[in-house]
């Protein structure tokens, strides 16, 4: 799966204005994660159509930059991340990006950007959700 990242300065009415953008595209938003840093808002997208939604944000100005996302399946209970997490560790693989896209009373879905994707994907082929 990819994830879209939007670099952009902080504003007011930002998230508005995108999630307008891709709203009258017709373009549904799997999963979103937003942090503002030093005056910065970073915004992480997931959705089916990548190469549409960089089309309808790069015509409004908007750069997106493009990585490789895994998307694991956890069970909800305590040290279950623990472990995933762990095992790249041990592998040397760094975790860029992470996030919950879901989750009920038994699992957990989560959204992982990482230094060395394919070695990733390798390692947690149990975790796997959706392939690649």
């Given amino acids: 799966m990819k994830q879209l990242t939007v670099l952009v300065d902080d504003k007011v009415g930002l998230l ?11 373009i549904n938003i799997e999963s979103i994660s937003v942090v503002s840093v030093g005056g910065k808002a970073v915004i992480n997208l997931m959705v089916k159509d990548t190469k549409r939604t960089q089309e309808v944000l790069g015509a409004n100005g908007y750069q997106c ?3 490789d996302s895994l998307v694991v399946k956890l069970a909800n209970q305590p040290g279950e991340m623990a472990k995933m997490t762990r095992i790249l560790a041990d592998n040397k693989i760094n975790i860029e990006h992470i996030s919950i896209i879901s989750q009920d009373e038994n699992t957990s879905i989560h959204s992982l950007k990482v230094d060395k994707p394919a070695k990733a994907e390798k390692c947690l082929e149990a975790y796997l959700a959706i392939d690649s």
């Fill in 65 to 67: 930059l493009e990585a």
């Fill in 16 to 26: 508005a204005n995108i999630s307008y953008l891709l709203g009258r595209s017709r």
